[in-house]
């Protein structure tokens, strides 16, 4: 089993080297490389996924590691950790990825860059597959910067693009801004429990080493990773501008994947979140579902709104991490991730038309706009019929994927509402179920846009076609996974996951902190649960079908007027619109207040720190010049003083020799009359 | 002669030859310093096949390795004294390789060839020699050869303000020269040689502090020994604020010089904390732990700041090593097991993540002939292969996995959160900084529109490469598997921790 899973792990790690080495050279630019290896990857993690269904205990768990780091004191492994959970995403990260590579042999065809894009998908891959079978939050650490740095080279793979080249940077310290928080965990981790085994923190905190404040703080710390990778309030901003990506992009890593990591993340440290800590997740989460569809209404960009969507749908998973809803979170991941990617690889359908059709009219334009699409059903109908399923799907109508998890998870948090005593819960299922009618609005708003009612621009109608099958194939499949008895088998009861292998094989973590505290933490009654799921069901039935109704009698019977309609709403529509002013609150605040402070850093550094060097200098130099001067003129004036003085005396005392013979003999006469005198007296 | 002192005096043996060699002969010139360069590199690597993994140095000859010990003027006790252990090994591996890729850098230096190699091998013997010193005025002699060599590497081969800035890089450094200077007659006259009973310079007698006489231990003089000899190893870090010499001397030297300096002689200032002021001092070294913890806080985090304002590239990779030599102090600090052992393995890999950004700010300048970020745009465009190798190296240095950086910063994280909980969160504050200003770097020198005046820009050219692909792939390769250089380091390290009270 882990022989199987590092092949499935360091197959697409290889590709990612030959490609990135000596790509451009290969046949095809080495396309078969990449799409090999996930493929092989893909065909193992089915192997694997069969073993565990045979095994078909809740309880499965594969572990192995190798020593890496040993200082002594710390010493770090390796390994891998096979649980049921891990071989499941496994699964579903490469077939949504498996797919993803198909596409793009028809989306990125002809691309000056060709090689590179799928040597990053390989990369991209090896580090998604790692983050969820790494048996140590290092390690995930590790894979979860590498998934970054792949999804910051992949959102600027059009990087002669200013936007594109910007997203990309905007994305990765958004993201390293949550990364903060997430190290900051994992420091307390360390340094309390002393390894980062998730075993190991397991035990530990159910011993209570790590407990109260601190483990909340630890909790709510590594959350803040998630907040980041999961787009969620308030870092999400990174993600819609993540859509300057190709859009295969978008599909596998901006929707199916890694925004889906961090959701991950909180299943794999469930067992650690303390009640606390939990109620910060739920309503990081519940607020970003609601806060989120809310702007995906008034998007126009049909990228931008599946991204929105995306964010929201983060939210829905996040929250059932939080109200303790840890299956349905779990399930609506994994549902969310092959519709929604559906979603992406049908809207990047529609856009390479659009882009195919423009560049043959000549028309310049924007080939995401939804204003310039509308009738594509007929030209595209595989496109269409497949993205109505995804649309049914993620608006959670029954018989459809979306609706056995979403319904799951706002009966979950239904259920925490009516288990706690504080009303003020009941906040959490309102979220989640004014953001259902809304989702299901704006897919349908999006669906009649694009794919009903008239043209809206009739020459680039002309020449929009459905794209080759190498493209629909893998929507197609994408449909078909999302289907609600792929995931209910061997029931095929369309009301609920119950019974299903999926809900079978993931149970919730006991908590370990409940362990430690000797009695639960949150404590849900069955019978609540029973009757939440119910009311639940019906509630979230009715408010799709309604979110669907409206989105019809707006756009395709359009019996409200929509113009006048944001007319009379006009300051809430423009807050919609313009995405709550949030990235003009960061520009003004946070990025052009650092810009400011690094300035003035420079300038100190410049002007004070290097002043005071070059300011001494100066001081030395004049104060050696005021030396040379005394120097010059005082001590060395001095020394020619008496030199002077001595020369002087020697040219008068010079002129006594004259040379003449005569005068000398006067003198010596003189002298001897003189001594004669002395002696005498 | 041992192998020891071959690995270090080789180069030297080089510089001779070149002087007797016409300066007409360009090529024979470049050759010998080649040979000459990699022949030290040969002898190091060779020395890394020899090593015995357990053994501790520090401060016991016998747990040396390669020791050469030899009386050298016995009148004032004066020994040639050269070994090797954990704390100096992987310093003096990574100067002779660094010695070897500067030779292949400075090919086309433009003028006074001759000159220009000679002193270059000599700078090479004397950081050897830094890094194998176990005597203590030895030591000093290469630490004052290096600096000689290097005035005029700068002051010759530099940019316009090249006078200024050796100058300044002469002064700065020669004034922490005479504090070691005073530290090490101090230490000389009040230290006792355990078998003579005579003054010593043995830096391993200097260790043992029952070889102190009475004034040497009293509080008030540890103190301000160590502070003086902080100074001098500060200004060589460097240490805010001793550090505006840095991006001066980097701005103005050539590139492989910069190289040098950023790679090799920065290091050379916390090593002289670790080989020498921690096990002389160990007391005062935990006296002021708290300060030199602030200090490194205050250099990530400063270094960082400053770097993201800067508008001339190599200004800006100059403050970046400001910073991440901050992620060295905050290590040392600590006195913890993943704290010292990241210090090391990140002055390790600092080296040759630094030395790659220097290079390629190189390779940038000899073809634009300017370093202005905002000159630049879209390079991506017509030096793909560069853009790419860039690309490595900055990532490398914002301390992305699977390279060096990552596990050296994740370390010093590890070892300083459990002593300095706030200090550690704070200074964690920089990875945000760091990702910002590289990642702005990289876009605005190879993303966006091509500019047009560089549309037939030739991309990186064969010898460049060869410079810079060897450190990528010890990066990569250090970082998926440190252990060659941790397992070397942590026996030593663990035990200079055991030294402090």
């Given at each position: 089993?882990?022989?199987?899973?590092?092949?499935?792990?360091?197959?697409?790690?290889?590709?990612?080297?030959?490609?990135?080495?000596?790509?451009?050279?290969?046949?095809?630019?080495?396309?078969?490389?990449?799409?090999?290896?996930?493929?092989?990857?893909?065909?193992?993690?089915?192997?694997?996924?069969?073993?565990?269904?045979?095994?078909?205990?809740?309880?499965?768990?594969?572990q192995?590691?190798?020593?890496?780091?040993?200082?002594?004191?710390?010493?770090?492994?390796?390994?891998?950790?096979?649980?049921?959970?891990?071989?499941?995403?496994?699964?579903?990260?490469?077939t949504?990825?498996?797919?993803?590579?198909?596409?793009?042999?028809?989306?990125?065809?002809?691309?000056?860059?060709?090689?590179?894009?799928?040597?990053?998908?390989?990369?991209?891959s090896?580090?998604?597959?790692?983050?969820?079978?790494?048996?140590?939050?290092?390690?995930?650490?590790?894979?979860?910067?590498?998934?970054?740095?792949?999804?910051?080279?992949?959102?600027?793979?059009?990087?002669?693009?200013?936007s594109?080249?910007?997203?990309?940077?905007?994305?990765?310290?958004?993201?390293?801004?949550?990364?903060?928080?997430?190290?900051?965990?994992?420091?307390?981790?360390?340094?309390?429990?002393?390894?980062?085994?998730?075993?190991?923190?397991?035990?530990?905190?159910?011993?209570?080493?790590?407990?109260?404040?601190?483990?909340?703080?630890?909790?709510?710390?590594?959350?803040?990773?998630?907040?980041?990778?999961?787009?969620?309030?308030?870092?999400h901003?990174?993600?819609?501008?993540?859509?300057?990506?190709?859009?295969?992009?978008?599909?596998?890593?901006?929707?199916?994947?890694?925004?889906?990591?961090?959701?991950?993340?909180?299943?794999?440290?469930?067992?650690?979140?303390?009640?606390?800590?939990?109620?910060?997740?739920?309503?990081?989460?519940?607020?970003?579902?609601?806060?989120?569809?809310?702007?995906?209404?008034?998007q126009?960009?049909?990228?931008?709104?599946?991204?929105?969507?995306?964010?929201?749908?983060?939210?829905?998973?996040?929250?059932?991490?939080?109200?303790?809803?840890?299956?349905?979170?779990?399930?609506?991941?994994?549902t969310?991730?092959?519709?929604?990617?559906?979603?992406?690889?049908?809207?990047?359908?529609?856009?390479?038309?659009?882009?195919?059709s423009?560049?043959?009219?000549?028309?310049?334009?924007?080939?995401?706009?939804?204003?310039?699409?509308?009738?594509?059903?007929?030209?595209?109908?595989?496109?269409?019929?497949?993205?109505?399923?995804?649309?049914?799907?993620?608006?959670?109508?029954?018989?459809?994927?979306?609706?056995?998890?979403?319904?799951?998870?706002?009966?979950?948090?239904?259920?925490?509402a009516?288990?706690?005593?504080?009303?003020?819960?009941?906040?959490?299922?309102?979220?989640?179920?004014?953001?259902?009618?809304?989702?299901?609005?704006?897919?349908?708003r999006?669906?009649?846009?694009?794919?009903?009612?008239?043209?809206?621009?009739?020459?680039?109608?002309?020449?929009?076609?459905?794209?080759?099958?190498?493209?629909?194939?893998?929507?197609?499949?994408?449909?078909?996974?999302?289907?609600?008895?792929?995931?209910?088998?061997?029931?095929?009861?369309?009301?609920?996951?119950?019974?299903?292998?999926?809900?079978?094989?993931?149970?919730?973590?006991?908590?370990?902190?409940?362990?430690?505290?000797?009695?639960?933490?949150?404590?849900?009654?069955?019978h609540?649960?029973h009757?939440?799921?119910v009311?639940?069901?019906l509630?979230?039935?009715?408010?799709?079908?309604t979110?669907?109704?409206?989105?019809?009698?707006?756009?395709?019977?359009?019996?409200?007027?929509?113009?006048?309609?944001?007319?009379?709403?006009?300051?809430?529509?423009?807050?919609?619109?313009?995405?709550?002013y949030?990235?003009?609150?960061?520009?003004?605040?946070?990025?052009?207040?650092?810009?400011?402070?690094?300035?003035?850093?420079?300038?100190?550094?410049?002007?004070?720190?290097?002043?005071?060097?070059?300011?001494?200098?100066?001081v030395?130099?004049?104060?050696?010049?005021?030396?040379?001067?005394?120097?010059?003129?005082?001590?060395?004036?001095?020394?020619?003083?008496?030199?002077?003085?001595?020369?002087?005396?020697?040219?008068?005392?010079?002129?006594?020799?004259?040379?003449?013979?005569?005068?000398?003999?006067?003198?010596?006469?003189?002298?001897?009359?003189?001594?004669?005198?002395?002696?005498?007296? | 002669?041992?192998?020891?002192?071959?690995?270090?005096?080789?180069?030297?043996?080089?510089?001779?030859?070149?002087?007797?060699?016409?300066?007409?002969?360009?090529?024979?010139?470049?050759?010998?310093?080649?040979?000459?360069?990699?022949g030290?590199l040969?002898?190091?690597?060779?020395?890394?096949?020899?090593?015995?993994?357990?053994?501790?140095?520090?401060?016991?000859?016998?747990?040396?390795?390669?020791?050469?010990?030899?009386?050298?003027?016995?009148?004032?006790?004066?020994?040639?004294?050269?070994?090797?252990?954990?704390?100096?090994?992987?310093?003096?591996?990574?100067?002779?390789?660094?010695?070897?890729?500067?030779?292949?850098?400075?090919?086309?230096?433009?003028?006074?060839?001759?000159?220009?190699?000679?002193?270059?091998?000599?700078?090479?013997?004397?950081?050897?020699?830094?890094?194998?010193?176990?005597?203590?005025?030895?030591?000093y002699?290469?630490?004052?050869?290096?600096?000689?060599?290097?005035?005029?590497?700068?002051?010759i081969?530099?940019?316009?303000?090249?006078?200024?800035?050796?100058?300044?890089?002469?002064?700065?450094?020669?004034?922490?020269?005479?504090?070691?200077?005073?530290?090490?007659?101090?230490?000389?006259?009040?230290?006792?040689?355990?078998?003579?009973?005579?003054?010593?310079?043995?830096?391993?007698?200097?260790?043992?502090?029952?070889?102190?006489?009475?004034?040497?231990?009293?509080?008030?003089?540890r103190?301000?020994?160590?502070?003086?000899?902080?100074?001098?190893?500060?200004?060589?870090?460097?240490?805010?604020?001793?550090?505006?010499?840095?991006?001066?001397?980097?701005?103005?030297?050539?590139?492989?010089?910069?190289?040098?300096?950023?790679?090799?002689?920065?290091?050379?200032?916390?090593?002289?904390?670790?080989?020498?002021?921690?096990?002389?001092?160990?007391?005062?070294?935990?006296?002021?732990?708290?300060?030199?913890?602030?200090?490194?806080?205050?250099?990530?985090?400063?270094?960082?700041?400053?770097?993201?304002?800067?508008?001339?590239?190599k200004?800006?990779?100059?403050?970046?090593?400001?910073?991440?030599?901050?992620?060295?102090?905050?290590?040392?600090?600590?006195?913890?097991?993943?704290?010292?052992?990241?210090a090391?393995?990140?002055?390790?890999?600092?080296?040759?993540?630094?030395?790659?950004?220097?290079?390629?700010?190189?390779?940038?300048?000899?073809?634009?002939?300017?370093?202005?970020?905002n000159?630049?745009?879209?390079?991506?465009?017509?030096?793909?292969?560069?853009?790419?190798?860039?690309?490595?190296?900055?990532?490398a240095?914002?301390?992305?996995?699977?390279?060096?950086?990552?596990?050296?910063?994740?370390?010093?994280?590890?070892?300083?959160?459990?002593?300095?909980?706030?200090?550690?969160?704070?200074?964690?504050?920089?990875?945000?900084?760091?990702?910002?200003?590289?990642?702005?770097?990289v876009?605005?020198?190879?993303?966006?529109?091509?500019?047009?005046?560089?549309?037939?820009?030739?991309?990186?050219?064969?010898r460049e490469?060869?410079?810079?692909?060897?450190?990528?792939?010890?990066?990569?390769?250090?970082?998926?598997?440190?252990?060659?250089?941790l397992?070397?380091?942590k026996?030593?390290?663990?035990?200079?921790?055991?030294?402090?009270?």
């Amino acid at each position: 089993m882990i022989k199987l899973a590092l092949f499935i792990w360091l197959l697409p790690l290889a590709a990612f080297v030959i490609n990135i080495l000596i790509g451009k050279r290969l046949p095809r630019k080495g396309d078969w490389l990449s799409v090999g290896a996930i493929g092989i990857s893909f065909i193992l993690s089915l192997i694997m996924l069969y073993r565990v269904l045979v095994d078909y205990d809740p309880n499965f768990l594969v572990q192995g590691s190798v020593p890496w780091i040993d200082l002594g004191v710390l010493k770090l492994n390796m390994g891998l950790y096979l649980d049921n959970l891990a071989v499941i995403i496994v699964t579903a990260v490469s077939t949504v990825s498996f797919l993803v590579h198909v596409y793009s042999i028809g989306y990125m065809e002809g691309d000056p860059l060709y090689n590179r894009f799928f040597a990053y998908l390989s990369l991209f891959s090896f580090s998604m597959l790692g983050l969820v079978m790494w048996d140590n939050l290092f390690g995930i650490y590790m894979m979860w910067e590498l998934v970054g740095i792949c999804s910051y080279l992949l959102i600027g793979f059009y990087f002669t693009k200013d936007s594109a080249a910007n997203a990309g940077k905007k994305a990765f310290i958004v993201n390293r801004v949550g990364d903060f928080g997430f190290l900051i965990g994992l420091l307390i981790v360390i340094s309390t429990v002393g390894s980062f085994n998730l075993t190991t923190i397991h035990q530990a905190v159910g011993q209570g080493v790590l407990h109260g404040g601190l483990l909340t703080a630890a909790g709510i710390l590594l959350f803040a990773g998630a907040v980041g990778k999961s787009a969620q309030f308030p870092l999400h901003v990174w993600l819609p501008d993540a859509m300057e990506g190709p859009t295969p992009v978008s599909a596998l890593i901006h929707a199916a994947t890694m925004v889906a990591a961090g959701v991950y993340l909180m299943a794999r440290l469930n067992f650690m979140l303390t009640f606390d800590a939990m109620l910060v997740v739920a309503y990081v989460g519940g607020f970003t579902s609601l806060f989120a569809a809310t702007i995906a209404i008034t998007q126009n960009d049909i990228k931008r709104v599946l991204a929105y969507s995306t964010i929201s749908q983060l939210g829905y998973m996040i929250m059932a991490m939080g109200v303790g809803a840890y299956v349905a979170g779990f399930f609506h991941l994994v549902t969310h991730a092959m519709f929604k990617a559906g979603l992406f690889l049908g809207s990047g359908s529609v856009i390479h038309a659009m882009h195919h059709s423009m560049e043959k009219t000549g028309i310049h334009g924007d080939p995401n706009d939804m204003r310039q699409m509308g009738g594509f059903r007929k030209k595209m109908p595989y496109t269409h019929i497949t993205f109505v399923i995804f649309s049914l799907a993620l608006s959670g109508i029954p018989f459809f994927s979306g609706f056995l998890s979403k319904d799951a998870i706002l009966g979950g948090t239904l259920a925490f509402a009516m288990s706690q005593s504080n009303p003020i819960h009941y906040l959490l299922p309102t979220f989640g179920f004014v953001a259902a009618i809304i989702t299901a609005f704006y897919m349908f708003r999006l669906i009649i846009n694009t794919f009903y009612g008239k043209p809206k621009n009739e020459s680039l109608f002309k020449h929009i076609h459905e794209s080759p099958k190498v493209m629909t194939i893998p929507l197609m499949a994408l449909a078909f996974l999302s289907l609600y008895f792929i995931y209910t088998i061997p029931s095929i009861s369309p009301a609920g996951p119950e019974g299903g292998w999926f809900t079978h094989l993931i149970e919730r973590p006991i908590s370990a902190v409940a362990t430690q505290l000797g009695h639960p933490v949150l404590f849900i009654p069955e019978h609540t649960e029973h009757a939440a799921h119910v009311n639940g069901m019906l509630i979230s039935i009715i408010f799709a079908l309604t979110g669907i109704l409206l989105a019809y009698l707006f756009y395709y019977w359009k019996k409200i007027d929509v113009e006048k309609f944001t007319q009379r709403i006009k300051p809430l529509y423009a807050l919609s619109f313009n995405k709550y002013y949030m990235d003009e609150l960061y520009q003004a605040t946070v990025v052009s207040g650092l810009l400011l402070w690094n300035q003035m850093l420079a300038w100190f550094d410049l002007h004070v720190i290097d002043g005071i060097v070059n300011g001494s200098a100066w001081v030395v130099r004049n104060f050696s010049f005021m030396d040379g001067w005394i120097d010059k003129y005082i001590v060395d004036g001095l020394v020619n003083l008496v030199a002077n003085m001595t020369l002087a005396f020697g040219k008068s005392v010079r002129k006594i020799e004259t040379g003449q013979i005569q005068n000398y003999i006067l003198g010596a006469v003189l002298g001897a009359f003189f001594i004669i005198i002395l002696t005498m007296i | 002669m041992g192998l020891i002192s071959l690995a270090t005096f080789f180069p030297v043996l080089g510089a001779l030859i070149i002087l007797f060699i016409p300066k007409e002969k360009l090529s024979t010139i470049k050759i010998i310093a080649l040979v000459f360069s990699l022949g030290s590199l040969v002898v190091t690597t060779f020395l890394w096949t020899q090593y015995q993994y357990g053994m501790i140095g520090i401060n016991d000859e016998s747990q040396f390795q390669f020791v050469e010990h030899l009386a050298w003027i016995p009148a004032f006790h004066i020994e040639y004294f050269v070994g090797v252990d954990g704390l100096s090994f992987p310093m003096v591996w990574l100067t002779s390789l660094l010695g070897f890729i500067a030779v292949v850098a400075s090919w086309n230096i433009p003028k006074a060839q001759k000159g220009y190699f000679a002193l270059f091998l000599l700078l090479d013997t004397a950081m050897i020699g830094v890094f194998v010193s176990l005597d203590f005025f030895l030591f000093y002699v290469f630490w004052e050869v290096m600096l000689l060599p290097m005035y005029f590497l700068i002051g010759i081969w530099g940019g316009p303000r090249r006078e200024y800035a050796a100058i300044k890089f002469f002064l700065y450094t020669l004034l922490g020269s005479v504090l070691m200077l005073l530290v090490m007659l101090a230490l000389y006259f009040n230290v006792q040689d355990p078998v003579t009973g005579g003054h010593t310079f043995n830096m391993l007698h200097m260790m043992q502090q029952s070889n102190h006489n009475s004034w040497l231990s009293r509080f008030d003089v540890r103190f301000w020994l160590y502070l003086a000899l902080f100074i001098g190893f500060a200004i060589k870090v460097p240490i805010f604020p001793f550090h505006t010499w840095l991006p001066d001397a980097h701005v103005e030297a050539p590139t492989a010089i910069s190289v040098i300096l950023a790679g090799i002689l920065l290091k050379m200032g916390t090593y002289g904390i670790l080989r020498i002021s921690y096990p002389i001092f160990p007391d005062i070294a935990k006296y002021t732990s708290y300060a030199l913890a602030v200090l490194g806080v205050i250099n990530i985090l400063y270094g960082a700041f400053v770097a993201m304002a800067q508008s001339d590239l190599k200004k800006l990779v100059a403050y970046s090593s400001v910073s991440h030599m901050g992620f060295v102090l905050l290590g040392m600090s600590v006195f913890t097991s993943a704290g010292i052992n990241g210090a090391v393995f990140q002055m390790f890999s600092h080296g040759i993540i630094t030395a790659m950004l220097f290079l390629i700010v190189g390779v940038i300048y000899d073809r634009a002939h300017h370093r202005e970020i905002n000159g630049f745009g879209g390079l991506a465009v017509s030096m793909p292969v560069y853009a790419g190798v860039a690309s490595l190296a900055f990532f490398a240095a914002l301390g992305l996995p699977g390279m060096t950086g990552f596990i050296a910063e994740a370390l010093v994280f590890i070892g300083a959160f459990s002593v300095y909980r706030v200090l550690t969160i704070i200074a964690a504050f920089g990875i945000i900084v760091t990702a910002s200003y590289v990642l702005w770097t990289v876009q605005r020198v190879f993303l966006g529109k091509l500019n047009p005046k560089y549309e037939s820009i030739g991309d990186i050219n064969g010898r460049e490469l060869f410079t810079l692909v060897p450190l990528g792939l010890l990066t990569i390769f250090f970082g998926i598997y440190p252990l060659p250089i941790l397992n070397m380091i942590k026996v030593s390290l663990n035990y200079l921790i055991t030294l402090i009270p």
